[in-house]
């Protein structure tokens, strides 16, 4: 059972004038948010971004350097067998499969973007091992196509916060696009994958110490358990 408060029967101003208020709150509490991967260029980017399915950041992070420095562009990764790239990813799960997309997304770029990342999100997604969130990501960093990007946060952030009732990513998106303005997709998308970093945990939501409680309906939240402390805080 949950212990949800309804908005009642909210129309879409009142609701779109909460979203609003949500990312406010979200970003007076963390104003330096940004995303959390460490690159240099857009293909690295890319990589990066293809690399953290399933993964976390700062694992991410601890890999690219040494990756970066052997294969420094596309054709570097286009001319070799995906084994000769497994040794500097493996740490990452799902490594053969990202090897495997990493070099024929690379031969993709040499043959079809002249070895340059797309800015367009339709481009991006062609390339193998890119979806739809990786080429949204990829595009709101890169100056490309705006997007709302929907990962595993954004999305149950969406639901319990009673921004959309979809549970299809591209649904989900299409409703947080309605709601937010164009040019704060990006911060929404960021501030969002935080706050599930740090409050709104998938198992058990700090709501109460969570900044924007009074706003949110906590849709398909269960009623907390007492517990001596909460989990500590990642930073942004
Ligand atoms: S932590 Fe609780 S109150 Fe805050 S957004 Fe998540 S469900 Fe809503």
Redesign the pocket.
């Known amino acids: 059972m949950s212990y949800n408060r309804g908005v009642g029967r909210e129309t879409i101003e009142a609701k779109r004038k909460r979203a609003i208020e949500?990312l406010d709150r979200l970003e007076t509490e963390m104003p330096q948010v940004r995303i959390q991967l460490d690159y240099h260029t857009p293909l690295q980017l890319l990589v990066a971004v293809i690399l953290s399915a399933q993964c976390t950041d700062k694992r991410v992070n601890l890999v690219t350097p040494a990756l970066f420095q052997r294969f420094p562009d596309a054709r570097a990764y286009a001319a070799v067998k995906p084994e000769e790239v497994e040794p500097y990813i493996q740490t990452c799960g799902l490594y053969r499969a990202k090897a495997k997309n990493l070099v024929a997304a690379a031969k993709a770029l040499v043959a079809e973007h002249g070895g340059e990342v797309p800015r367009s999100r339709e481009a991006l997604e062609k390339l193998p091992g890119v979806g739809r969130k990786t080429a949204g990501v990829v595009c709101i960093h890169l100056g490309g196509d705006a997007a709302f990007p929907v990962d595993t946060h954004v999305k149950r952030?969406a639901g319990?916060?009673g921004f959309t009732t979809q549970s299809h990513p591209d649904k989900v998106e299409r409703e947080l696009q309605a709601l937010v303005p164009q040019e704060r997709w990006m911060k929404g998308h960021q501030l969002l994958v935080w706050?599930g970093r740090r409050?709104?945990?998938a198992r058990s939501?700090?709501?109460q110490r969570?900044?924007?409680?009074d706003?949110?309906?906590?849709?398909g939240?269960r009623a907390p358990r007492a517990r001596p402390t909460d989990a500590p805080r990642a930073r942004p």
């Open positions: 949500v952030l319990r916060l706050h409050t709104c945990f939501p700090a709501c969570c900044v924007v409680a706003l949110c309906p906590k849709r939240v």
